[in-house]
């Protein structure tokens, strides 16, 4: 089992910053994909950025040379930088993880952190 904490959502102008965190538990999968997940109220969830053990990195193009996903291996940490906010970015924000073992994909989620961007 993994448990994902989520925290750094708040409210921000237009064009504004902030940084999400999702703070995992140690796991033991050596194969694994964390990433940010986000839905807005009547919208289906979507895939906004994930790095994967080995690392590989995958932005979607909305949020392309805005956001920036990092990883705190030590403190086995995810980040989730975001600029230049819009109000379209307003969302509940998720972690997620998905460990690989013989085969077999574990997923993972975040209690969601609320995002509003909004003057």
């Known amino acids: 089992q993994v448990q994902l904490v989520e925290s750094g959502g708040g409210l921000v102008q237009p064009g504004g910053s902030l940084r999400l965190s999702c703070a995992a538990s140690r796991t033991s999968f050596t194969t694994y994909v964390m990433g940010w997940y986000r839905q807005a109220p009547g919208k289906q969830r979507e895939l906004v950025t994930s790095?994967?053990?080995?690392?590989?990195?995958y932005y979607a193009d909305f949020v392309k040379g805005r956001f920036t996903i990092s990883r705190d291996n030590a403190n086995n940490t995810l980040y989730l930088q975001m600029n230049s906010l819009k109000p379209e970015d307003t969302a509940v924000y998720y972690c997620n993880y998905q460990g690989v073992r013989f085969g077999v994909r574990n997923t993972y989620w975040g209690q969601g952190t609320q995002v509003t961007v909004s003057s």
């Open positions: 790095m994967s053990n080995p690392g590989t990195t």
